[in-house]
């Protein structure tokens, strides 16, 4: 079965702090993995990542693949108290060579950032 | 807003009623996706359409479920004998199919949700 864990469940830290939120996956035919920030409504989008070891940048966040560890990496520096949220990380599967378009998400980070 | 878009963004409905979930996909977006999720969770995949055609369902999906998306463009996902274990947030994504974006993006694009409260 296809499974994705994200570590730690749960982060509390100070704004400016700087935070690395975990992503490993155990799939079958991995096509890409993408990062979502959700706050109390629908997930948004941050990245999709398919090729190891090239780090995707949007602002203070930053993600990177490691397709030999399974994993992925969230950074998030100089927090501020809008990045607090919950973190979803999901892995996008490949089928007959083609984008098969199911995510199998992870239980999600909650990040909490205090002024 | 051309995002996507569900309604209603809340139901409370009583065990054992029916209830039904509409959702609107980015208007270019040929995939369609209904995700659960409940509290402290990850959405959880329950079923998917390319255009009209329904290509997998989730073993959550039970009998009392029934998605359809009859034009290939806004769907439906209707819950039947509604029970208490129904209440979750019931999420739809849209997305392009691999291969038929200009800009090779194929992301999902998540609606608001529908809260659904069982009582």
Redesign the interface.
């Given at each position: 079965e296809d499974k994705v864990v994200q570590s730690p469940l749960s982060l509390v830290v100070h704004e400016g702090d700087t935070v690395t939120l975990n992503c490993s996956y155990e799939v079958t035919n991995f096509r890409s993995l993408l990062w979502y920030k959700q706050e109390k409504k629908a997930p948004t989008f941050l990245f999709m990542l398919t090729s190891s070891g090239i780090e995707k940048k949007s602002g203070r966040l930053s993600s990177i693949l490691d397709k030999k560890e399974l994993s992925s990496i969230l950074n998030i520096t100089a927090t501020q108290t809008g990045d607090s949220a919950i973190y979803l990380c999901a892995v996008g599967l490949n089928a007959g060579g083609t984008s098969y378009g199911k995510l199998t998400f992870g239980q999600g980070t909650i990040l909490t950032v205090h002024p | 807003d051309t995002g996507?878009s569900q309604d209603p963004r809340h139901k409370i409905t009583k065990r054992g009623q029916n209830v039904t979930f509409r959702c609107d996909p980015i208007s270019e977006h040929n995939?369609l996706?209904w995700?659960r999720q409940t509290l402290?969770?990850?959405?959880?995949?329950l079923t998917?359409f390319?255009n009209e055609a329904q290509l997998?369902k989730s073993r959550l999906l039970s009998d009392r479920f029934s998605a359809e998306r009859p034009k290939g463009s806004f769907s439906t996902l209707e819950i039947q004998r509604t029970e208490q274990g129904d209440s979750a947030m019931y999420?739809c994504a849209s997305?392009l199919?691999?291969?038929t974006s200009t800009s090779g993006?194929?992301?999902?694009?998540?609606?608001?949700?529908t809260r659904l409260t069982v009582v």
């Open positions: - | 996507v995939r996706y995700y402290g969770q990850g959405p959880e995949f998917y390319q997998e999420l997305s199919r691999a291969g993006n194929t992301e999902a694009f998540f609606g608001q949700g």
